[in-house]
């Protein structure tokens, strides 16, 4: 199993970015998928996250201008940023909480893919 992020950038202050990130692999199920970021020398944060249930969550810096979403039959979440601003650079981690399918025997585990920076200027 894989996780690919992409959609980061450097964006002026007050501008958007739609991140996305797509699990591959021998994919049984996901339970819920989420986004999570990191600025220097600051603790990993959860922005915000999706279950199958299509219930969403997120961090109160981000409420009213971040936007989750899924697309269930491509196994992908979506992150679309709006007035984005400098406190939001960091960078941007997907994550998969999901069962897979290895040697006839399925499996729970969290995955997290590579990183995307988001750079807002002010």
């Known amino acids: 199993v ?19 990130c797509a699990a591959s692999g021998r994919i049984v199920s996901i339970n819920g998928m989420g ?6 020398g600051k603790q990993r944060e959860l922005v ?35 007035s984005l601003k400098p406190e939001d650079t960091a960078v941007y981690y997907c994550n998969a ?7 006839l025997r399925h499996y729970t585990k969290t995955y997290w893919g590579p990183g995307t920076q988001v750079t807002v200027s002010s």
């Open 2 to 20: 894989q996780l690919q992020a992409s959609g980061g950038g450097l964006v002026q202050a007050g501008g958007s970015l739609r991140l996305s």
């Open 35 to 40: 986004w999570f970021r990191q600025a220097p």
């Open 48 to 82: 915000a996250s999706i279950t199958s249930g299509d219930s969403t969550n997120y961090a109160d810096s981000v409420k009213g201008r971040f936007t989750i979403s899924r697309d269930s039959a491509k196994n992908t979440v979506y992150l679309q940023m709006n």
């Open 97 to 103: 909480d999901l069962r897979y399918e290895s040697g």
